[in-house]
Nanobody, 117 residues
Framework: QVQLVESGGGLVQPGGSLRLSCAAS????????MGWYRQAPGKQRELVADITRGGTTNYADSVKGRFTISRDNAKNTVYLQMNSLKPEDTAVYYC???????????WGQGTQVTVSS
């Protein structure tokens, strides 16, 4: 079993930045990929970015050049640095992990990100 605890969400103005953190605990050896998903009201949950155990990253087209996913293996933590935020980035952001990219098994509780002036 893997537990994921997210932090870092909040309210930010357009053009601002936030950094989300996700700390993993439990059976860490079962995790190969970790990622961030988001879901806005009335929309389906979508992949934002993911990263493999080996450090390979993948981003949604809508966030390329603005968001950066990274990890700190010593802290069992994955981060999402979000720059140049737009109102359309407003959503609940979820940390997820699994054995392979695109197939998350474990989910965090979610953290709200609101981009508004």
């Amino acid at each position: 079993q893997v537990q994921l605890v997210e932090s870092g969400g909040g309210l930010v103005q357009p053009g601002g930045s936030l950094r989300l953190s996700c700390a993993a605990s439990g059976s860490i050896f079962t995790i190969n990929a970790m990622g961030w998903y988001r879901q806005a009201p009335g929309k389906q949950r979508e992949l934002v970015a993911d990263i493999t155990r080996g450090g390979t990253t993948n981003y949604a087209d809508s966030v390329k050049g603005r968001f950066t996913i990274s990890r700190d293996n010593a802290k069992n933590t994955v981060y999402l640095q979000m720059n140049s935020l737009k109102p359309e980035d407003t959503a609940v952001y979820y940390c997820a992990s699994g054995l392979r990219v695109g197939a998350p098994k474990y989910w965090g509780q979610g953290t709200q990100v609101t981009v508004s002036s």
